[in-house]
């Protein structure tokens, strides 16, 4: 086994600051993307923030919180947030899907979190740019 297929079976973890909600999410990652709505942008604080979505039950909550808290955003998503320390976590989608902002990542360079597209683009600030580079080779 190659250290590249390795890598893809480990989990990816991460969580909040105050450690209460923990996570872990069997990849691959999809629809890697990031996001400058005015909607993640009110959520997180940040004028851009990266996602990655897995199938539900691809994710498990492990922290001692169990599930973030969520609200309830539009029809068919809540975001998700520590209910603790309010830490942004993501958003949990009716679809079933888990949507997660890799601020919360322990680690955050591997090949299947790096975006590919941005979505609302124009609702950055002219004088914010945003550039994905993918590492040569990946
Ligand atoms: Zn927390
Ligand atoms: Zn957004």
New binding site residues.
Partial sequence: MTRAATKKNKPHTGG??????RFEAKGPAGKPHTCSCKLCQKHSGALTVAWVEFPSDAVAWTGP?GAPATYRSSDYSSRAF?G??G?TLGAIDDAPVVALMLGCFDKTNAADLIPVSHSYRGGRPKWWHVECVRPAGE
Avoid: L, N
Wanted: aromatic share 0%; net charge neutral.
């Fill in positions: 909040c600051i105050c450690g209460a909600i919180g520590c603790t320390c830490s």
